[in-house]
């Protein structure tokens, strides 16, 4: 997968780097309390998320739906040991509150549909090739928290993870080990939008990390994902 030694050509002011067996995401807020999350057990493509910050202007500009102006801590490829292709987003945040995370979904959604659109000026690139993954990383939440979100979910009528309370109880605290499949139909702020097959995605993964109390980094293997 040279996908990284192409986009060093088009782009050669962003960091597009490989990494043998390890690769760290950052959070560079100098207030951040979640301040790392380190990806091991791979060789790892690094994409460098700022090329997608740096796309948000143009959205902002153009007047385009917001679900375009938002980006992700971390984006990385990588071939797993299973022999399949996937593409990993990272998001962390320093605190569990029901918005934050609500709105890491959406991070990571406006990553890939930008990051995509960059991916197929690429020879090599195929969406179809990816599974696609997205990681919001965050510290526990207060139990009180956590019962007043419970009370909001049912106070709050509407569609599948229309709601802060529907997405992010789902996400921490489903049957499925802290992860939910989401569909572009799932995304209301996709919804109406002219997007075709090749600038959508067909799914994302996303999983809910929580980094343990009084800890600011997390070391994930990536086998235990695939």
């Given at each position: 997968m040279p996908f990284c030694d192409d986009l060093k050509v088009?782009?050669?002011?962003?960091v597009m780097?490989?990494?043998?067996?390890?690769?760290?995401?950052?959070?560079?807020?100098?207030?951040?309390?979640?301040?790392?999350?380190?990806w091991c057990n791979a060789d790892f493509q690094y994409i460098d998320p700022t090329i997608v910050k740096d796309m948000t202007s143009f959205f902002q500009k153009s007047g385009a739906p917001d679900i375009f102006h938002a980006d992700c801590d971390g984006i990385m490829i990588f071939e797993g040991n299973?022999?399949?292709?996937?593409?990993?987003?990272?998001?962390?945040?320093?605190?569990?509150?029901?918005?934050?995370?609500?709105?890491?979904k959406d991070q990571i959604i406006s990553s890939y549909l930008k990051i995509n659109l960059i991916m197929h000026l690429l020879r090599c690139y195929n969406p179809d090739d990816f599974i696609v993954k997205g990681f919001i990383i965050c510290l526990p939440p207060d139990r009180n928290y956590l019962r007043d979100l419970y009370k909001q979910q049912f106070t709050k009528p509407g569609s599948k993870y229309s709601t802060e309370a529907d997405f992010t109880l789902d996400l921490c605290y489903n049957k499925e080990k802290q992860r939910v499949l989401l569909t572009p139909s799932d995304c209301h702020k996709l919804k109406g939008l002219p997007l075709g097959n090749t600038g959508i995605f067909r799914n994302i993964e996303f999983h809910y990390i929580e980094v343990p109390k009084g800890c600011s980094t997390i070391t994930l293997d990536v086998a235990q994902y695939l």
């Open positions: 088009l782009f050669p002011n962003y780097e490989y990494h043998k067996g390890s690769i760290s995401v950052k959070e560079k807020s100098a207030s951040a309390k979640v301040r790392e999350v380190v299973d022999g399949r292709k996937y593409m990993f987003f990272s998001e962390l945040k320093s605190s569990f509150d029901s918005s934050d995370i609500f709105y890491a």
